[in-house]
């Protein structure tokens, strides 16, 4: 079955980078556009990023446009989210997921945190 | 960008009643040439990640039971539960892909 699993999440200072990864199995992972999605604490979804199924083509929410940064391996069967000049908006759990216009399958999430 | 305003915030259902949640797009989302309506509904359960239950504004997942339904077009939708049990006690999100994604602000439903 369909799997996806997040790391890399953490406790980062503001002004800090991170980077997460998020590894698929039991799919089709280069046939698939794949995304970024975050859950502030006790908030609703907010879209990040997604990235097309060759990672020629992503995309991201405004608020994190040039901070923010999709890739993705597919001999790895991995996507990335390089993630500079972070905030204390930026904390939250961030999900990965299989993307066909709509979120299919998603990670279970890494929590970041971002504080001083 | 495309906003998505749920209704109401909070619902409270005793068990075996409906559920009905309203989900309004500020542009619409159905695509004329395919006639399908880019719009989603997820349940997210406390701890857990969110679960697609419906795509294309009607079309249930594999799996998800059919007191879950989706409806509408354009610009208003909806969500009903039309039997509401005790593991349906979670928050709906409704979401666009019209235009790059985006969701509602989540409806939570609970048992009265």
């Known amino acids: 079955q369909v799997q996806l699993v997040e790391s890399g999440g953490g406790v980062v200072k503001p002004g800090g980078s991170l980077r997460l990864s998020c590894t698929g199995s039991?799919?089709?992972?280069?046939?698939?556009?794949m995304s970024w999605i975050r859950q502030a604490p006790g908030k609703g979804l907010e879209w990040v990023s997604y990235?097309?199924?060759?990672?020629?083509?992503?995309f991201s929410a405004d608020s994190v446009k040039g901070r923010f940064i999709i890739s993705r391996d597919n001999t790895n069967n991995s996507v990335y989210l390089q993630m500079n000049s972070l905030r204390g908006e930026d904390t939250a759990v961030y999900y990965c997921?299989?993307?066909?216009?709509?979120?299919?399958?998603w990670g279970q999430g890494t929590l970041v945190t971002v504080s001083s | 960008d495309i906003v998505m305003t749920q209704s109401p915030d909070s619902l409270a259902v005793s068990l075996g009643e409906r559920a009905t949640i309203k989900c309004k797009s500020s542009?619409?989302?159905?695509?004329?040439?395919?006639?399908?309506?880019?719009l989603a509904w997820y349940q997210q359960k406390p701890g857990q990640p969110p679960k697609l239950l419906i795509s294309?504004?009607?079309t249930r997942q594999f799996g998800v039971p059919d007191r879950f339904s989706g409806s509408g077009s354009g610009t208003d939708f909806t969500l009903t539960i039309s039997s509401l049990q005790a593991e349906d006690v979670a928050v709906y999100y409704c979401?666009?892909?019209?235009?790059?994604?985006?969701f509602g602000q989540g409806t939570k439903v609970e048992i009265k």
């Open positions: 990235i097309s199924s060759s990672g020629l083509t992503s």
């Open positions: 997921a299989t993307t066909e216009g709509h979120f299919k399958d």
């Open positions: 039991g799919f089709d992972f280069s046939g698939y556009y």
């Open positions: 542009q619409s989302v159905l695509y004329s040439s395919s006639n399908k309506n880019y």
């Open positions: 294309w504004a009607s």
């Open positions: 979401q666009q892909y019209y235009s790059t994604r985006t």
